[in-house]
């Protein structure tokens, strides 16, 4: 079975870090895109950041630049989101999600999700 699953969410105050892993389960990333979402309630879900396995390219949301690193271990074939500084308007349900080919940000380019981890930061 194909599974994407997402794990590290968690509670901080602000100013705090979290990091979020996505790993595949039943297929390897050896050709995908892998994308971190979020969707915060009352809201769309928006894209975050996402990397090429490929060529490990990389793309960020204008929020998150500076303060979001995306990065991947092609052994565990697993892909990390380390989020810093993050603030209230941060707290959101995040999702990993897989792509054959590029880098996207839109949510319906993507075909494999997994099923969200609770990131909450307080002031």
């Known amino acids: 079975e194909v599974q994407v699953v997402e794990s590290g969410g968690g509670s901080v105050q602000a100013g705090g870090s979290l990091r979020l892993s996505c790993a595949a389960s039943?297929?390897?990333?050896?050709?995908?895109?892998i994308g971190w979402f979020r969707q915060a309630p009352g809201k769309e879900r928006e894209g975050v950041s996402c990397v090429s396995w490929w060529d490990g390219s990389t793309y960020y949301a204008d929020d998150v630049k500076g303060r979001f690193t995306i990065s991947r271990d092609n052994a565990k074939n697993t892909v990390y989101l380390q989020m810093n500084s993050l603030t209230p308007e941060d707290t959101a349900v995040y999702y990993c999600?897989?792509?054959?080919?590029?880098?996207?940000?839109?949510?319906?380019?993507?075909?494999?999700w997994g099923q969200g981890t609770q990131v909450t930061v307080s002031s």
């Open positions: 999600a897989a792509r054959g080919g590029g880098n996207s940000d839109k949510v319906k380019e993507y075909e494999y």
């Open positions: 039943g297929f390897s990333f050896d050709g995908f895109a």
